[in-house]
């Protein structure tokens, strides 16, 4: 998420939030983007792949939209994933990132030279 009051012209590092635990990017803290400038921090990202890939816990309500993919529960069902567990953010149980974002997103933050982000184990 953006700041409010961003320029979106002239968007700083800064202006850029988690949208799960509002922290502002900075330089040792990994951010991946989603849809409509949605992002995950890499902090958030580990807690969300201990909880739904190494735990397999599910802690998200019974609707609920991804903002990084955009999907939402009936999207889910159509493609066939209708009981996908998310992760809901700790400040906001209503914002929840699907297992297949918190897969994408930790493959390439795993891969990045950029970062020493690894998977939990
Ligand atoms: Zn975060
Ligand atoms: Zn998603």
Same mark, same amino acid.
């Given at each position: 998420?953006?700041?409010?009051?961003?320029?979106?012209?002239?968007?700083?590092?800064?202006?850029?939030?988690?949208? #799960?635990? /509002?922290?502002?990017?900075?330089?040792?803290?990994?951010?991946?983007?989603? /849809?409509?400038?949605?992002?995950?921090?890499?902090?958030?990202?580990?807690?969300? #792949?201990?909880?739904?890939?190494?735990?397999?816990?599910?802690?998200?309500?019974?609707?609920?939209?991804?903002?990084?993919?955009?999907?939402?529960?009936?999207?889910?069902?159509?493609?066939?994933?209708?009981?996908?567990?998310?992760?809901?953010?700790?400040?906001?149980?209503?914002?929840?990132?699907?297992?297949?974002?918190?897969?994408?997103?930790?493959?390439?933050?795993?891969?990045?030279?950029?970062?020493?982000?690894?998977?939990?184990?």
């Amino acid at each position: 998420m953006r700041k409010p009051g961003t320029d979106e012209q002239n968007v700083q590092m800064s202006d850029v939030l988690c949208d #799960f635990c /509002h922290r502002e990017w900075r330089e040792d803290v990994p951010m991946v983007e989603g /849809h409509h400038g949605s992002c995950i921090c890499g902090n958030c990202l580990s807690l969300a #792949f201990r909880s739904v890939m190494l735990d397999k816990v599910n802690d998200a309500p019974a609707e609920w939209q991804c903002p990084l993919c955009l999907e939402a529960s009936a999207d889910r069902a159509e493609l066939g994933r209708a009981d996908e567990p998310g992760w809901p953010s700790p400040l906001d149980p209503e914002v929840v990132v699907c297992r297949r974002c918190i897969k994408q997103a930790s493959g390439a933050l795993h891969k990045s030279s950029d970062y020493d982000w690894r998977k939990p184990v």
